[in-house]
């Protein structure tokens, strides 16, 4: 049996060939970016036949799945490419079609996260755009070859390019309020953008730029923040979307700090097994709004373990996961990132950020469970029943794949390791984790006020800077609203006022008034015409 890790292919296809001038089109193939495609694949076939239930009736539905065809092709083809044109048409292919998807229902809130996910996701595609004409100085738009070469200043521009545009991609700071406007979209289209398509796009360009990359502290930085950023966030957030996509980002956040520390194997691990337990976490929401009158609050949504046995099931199962239970896919991926931040030498505020970072996880998984499990039913529930194929199957699908990755991925990629750790540092994460999370199961139900994740009346302050990122939604969007209102005044005034006179219009009115007064002469005054020709005739006549 042929098995090396290390083999990579390069297929060529002459597109066009005339003279010295050569178009070549160029696929990478090794054991990344097959094992990618596959999850991206599967992941999407279960999307897919999961939309077919949860919105096939809607009028506008094969215009949905041709929207989500496109979407995975232009992630297949970046994923393919190890060429920064082809990148780019992958890379700008994922944006157009996001924000085509972002509105896919067709109203203001739809369209303010629609305008605020393109816009953010245009700044990685200028720098992709910079880095293309600067890539060109060394002969080859190949970034495989270019990480061979000796890292130089001209390098070190091109390393800040592609670090731009992968943060603003993987929804990094200061970059991050795309991400939970995102989830306007439908849910499968969550269950796309913030596992294996979009999100991920970033992280897998960085991967690809490891050599280049090496250990960068600022990455860190950067990082750490959003990890603790988004964690505490999801512990103020009633939204059940929300809360998936704050956690979303504080596991990206996971996987650059890692990146950041040189260790690409470890973040692509993670990536592959967030991807599998992140999509379930979506579709397994999804299934929960569609049969509560579609409400998204979690406190309206209590006491839902009567109705959907099964999937609640799934969804502890993979909220597990996502915490790091023993034996599931988080467990393996999560532990070893762990480990090696406690082997490397992390500044003093840099560890407790990472610390508290990793146990928000704990907590906020738990508050969810709590909401959804014990809280009371306040919305009438009319559920179908777990009766439908369609959604049974691509979440059981997702559930056994998210069990077994894990262990799959260590026996297959990843060479034996023996970290040993004190048990005191090994099990701190849990114990603590574990004690705050006790403590959340302690809030009285309803949203009064015990312990420090609960939001109530007094503090409504709270509920506003840490349930929005901080106000970084704010910081994202009030900036542009004075030219916005530039631009109206400019609408009002010019457009519609002064250009109506001298421009295409009053140029218009002007011609139509003068060749009106011909065609006044020659049908109106049609008598005065020929008089006038006749006493014209009369003049010459006496004239000659």
Same mark, same amino acid.
């Given at each position: 049996m042929f098995y090396e890790s290390d083999f990579t292919l390069f297929l060529e296809w002459d597109l066009f060939h005339s003279s010295s001038l050569r178009i070549v089109f160029t696929i990478l193939l090794d054991w990344m970016s097959l094992v990618f495609i596959g999850v991206v694949r599967f992941i999407s076939s279960m999307v897919i036949i999961y939309s077919y239930s949860y919105i096939g009736l809607d009028r506008n539905f094969y215009r949905f799945v041709t929207l989500v065809f496109l979407f995975v092709a232009s992630m297949i083809f970046m994923i393919l490419s190890p060429n920064i044109i082809s990148i780019l048409l992958g890379w700008d292919g994922l944006g157009l079609v996001s924000y085509a998807l972002v509105i896919y229902y067709q109203n203001s809130k739809s369209s303010r996260a629609g305008i605020l996910t393109v816009l953010s996701n245009r700044i990685g595609d200028v720098a992709i755009l910079v880095s293309i004409a600067w890539v060109f100085n060394y002969g080859t738009w190949d970034f495989f070859y270019l990480q061979q070469l000796t890292k130089t200043c001209d390098l070190f521009l091109l390393i800040i390019l592609i670090v731009i545009a992968g943060i603003t991609k993987r929804a990094q700071l200061p970059f991050s309020a795309w991400l939970?406007?995102?989830?306007?979209?439908?849910?499968?289209?969550?269950?796309?953008?913030?596992? %294996?398509?979009?999100?991920?796009?970033?992280?897998?360009?960085?991967?690809? +730029? #490891?050599?280049? $990359?090496?250990?960068?502290?600022?990455?860190?930085i950067i990082s750490v923040t959003t990890l603790f950023i988004a964690g505490l966030s999801a512990n103020y957030e009633f939204d059940l979307k929300k809360i998936i996509a704050l956690s979303t980002l504080s596991q990206l956040g996971i996987m650059m700090v890692i990146l950041s520390f040189g260790k690409y194997e470890l973040a692509f691990f993670h990536l592959i097994s967030h991807a599998l337990?992140?999509?379930?976490?979506?579709? @397994?929401?999804? +299934? /929960?709004?569609?049969?509560?009158?579609? %409400?998204?609050?979690?406190?309206?949504?209590?006491?839902?373990?009567?109705?959907?046995?099964?999937? #609640?099931?799934?969804?502890? &199962? @993979?909220?597990?996961?996502?915490?790091?239970?023993?034996?599931?896919?988080?467990?393996?991926?999560?532990?070893?990132? $762990?480990?090696? *931040?406690?082997?490397?030498?992390?500044?003093?505020?840099?560890?407790?950020?990472?610390?508290?970072?990793?146990?928000?996880?704990?907590?906020?998984? !738990? =508050?969810?469970? +709590?909401?959804?499990?014990?809280?009371?039913?306040?919305?009438?529930?009319?559920?179908?029943?777990?009766?439908?194929?369609?959604?049974?199957?691509?979440?059981?699908?997702?559930?056994? +794949?998210?069990?077994?990755?894990? !262990?799959?991925?260590?026996?297959?990629?990843?060479?034996?390791?023996?970290?040993?750790?004190?048990?005191?540092?090994? &099990?701190?994460?849990?114990?603590?984790?574990?004690?705050?999370?006790?403590?959340?199961?302690?809030?009285?139900?309803?949203?009064?006020?015990?312990? !420090?994740?609960?939001?109530?009346? =007094?503090?409504?302050?709270?509920?506003?800077?840490? &349930?929005?990122?901080?106000?970084?939604? *704010?910081?994202?969007?009030?900036?542009? #609203?004075?030219?916005?209102?530039?631009?109206? /005044?400019? !609408?009002?005034?010019?457009? @519609?006022?002064?250009?109506? *006179?001298?421009?295409?219009?009053?140029?218009?009115?002007?011609?139509?008034?003068?060749?009106?007064?011909?065609?006044?002469?020659?049908?109106?005054?049609?008598?005065?015409?020929?008089?006038?020709?006749?006493?014209?005739?009369? %003049?010459? @006549?006496?004239?000659?």
């Open positions: 939970p406007a995102a989830i306007a979209a439908p849910t499968p289209v969550s269950a796309l953008v913030h596992s %294996s398509t979009l999100v991920t796009a970033g992280v897998y360009l960085l991967i690809r +730029f #490891n050599e280049l $990359l090496g250990v960068n502290y600022w990455l860190t337990f992140k999509s379930l976490l979506f579709l @397994c929401a999804g +299934f /929960y709004i569609h049969s509560n009158l579609d %409400s998204q609050d979690i406190r309206l949504l209590g006491k839902v373990s009567g109705s959907f046995p099964l999937t #609640n099931l799934l969804f502890v &199962g @993979c909220s597990l996961s996502l915490c790091g239970f023993p034996f599931l896919a988080g467990f393996y991926s999560k532990d070893l990132i $762990l480990e090696s *931040y406690f082997f490397e030498e992390i500044n003093w505020l840099i560890y407790p950020l990472l610390f508290l970072g990793t146990i928000f996880t704990f907590t906020y998984s !738990v =508050r969810l469970i +709590f909401y959804l499990y014990y809280g009371e039913i306040k919305v009438v529930n009319l559920s179908k029943g777990e009766h439908d194929f369609r959604i049974l199957a691509p979440i059981l699908g997702l559930f056994v +794949f998210s069990v077994v990755v894990g !262990v799959l991925f260590v026996w297959s990629f990843l060479p034996p390791l023996n970290i040993v750790l004190p048990g005191l540092i090994k &099990g701190s994460v849990l114990l603590v984790g574990l004690s705050l999370s006790v403590l959340v199961l302690l809030i009285k139900r309803g949203g009064s006020s015990v312990g !420090v994740f609960s939001i109530s009346s =007094r503090r409504n302050f709270l509920k506003l800077f840490f &349930g929005n990122i901080w106000g970084l939604p *704010y910081l994202s969007t009030s900036p542009f #609203n004075s030219v916005l209102s530039l631009g109206k /005044y400019y !609408v009002k005034s010019l457009d @519609c006022g002064w250009l109506e *006179y001298i421009g295409g219009q009053g140029l218009i009115g002007w011609f139509i008034g003068v060749s009106s007064i011909s065609d006044k002469w020659n049908i109106l005054r049609f008598k005065r015409y020929l008089f006038i020709i006749f006493i014209v005739f009369i %003049s010459v @006549c006496v004239l000659i």
